[in-house]
Nanobody, 117 residues
Framework: QVQLAESGGGLVQAGGSLRLSCAAS????????MTWYRQATGQQRELVAV???????NYGDSVKGRFTISRDNSKNTVYLQMNSLKPEDTAVYFC???????????WGQGTQVTVSS
């Protein structure tokens, strides 16, 4: 059974940092493109960052220079280091795995990040 479990969310003041983790089980993690999305209340889901199995990364414009995505294939985990947080970063953050062989997508349940001004 495939599971993606996000953790690390919480309440932080503007300018602070958080590190999110997404642990995967039941998948061949190394062949998954891993993506972080976020969804603020009343807003559409937004791509935050993506990392390929080879470590190539890409970021949404609103987080470039502040967020860093990384992965540890030995731990089946993808991370999102978030620095210089702003109130507009407040959202539920989700991770998604895309298996490049089966073309299936897997989603986590999300973790809430709240940035106070």
């Amino acid at each position: 059974q495939v599971q993606l479990a996000e953790s690390g969310g919480g309440l932080v003041q503007a300018g602070g940092s958080l590190r999110l983790s997404c642990a995967a089980s039941g998948v061949i993690f190394s062949r998954n493109i891993m993506t972080w999305y976020r969804q603020a209340t009343g807003q559409q889901r937004e791509l935050v960052a993506v990392i390929t199995s080879g470590g190539t990364t890409n970021y949404g414009d609103s987080v470039k220079g502040r967020f860093t995505i990384s992965r540890d294939n030995s731990k089946n985990t993808v991370y999102l280091q978030m620095n210089s947080l702003k109130p507009e970063d407040t959202a539920v953050y989700f991770c998604k795995g895309h298996d490049v062989m089966t073309r299936r997508d897997y989603w986590g349940q999300g973790t809430q990040v709240t940035v106070s001004s």
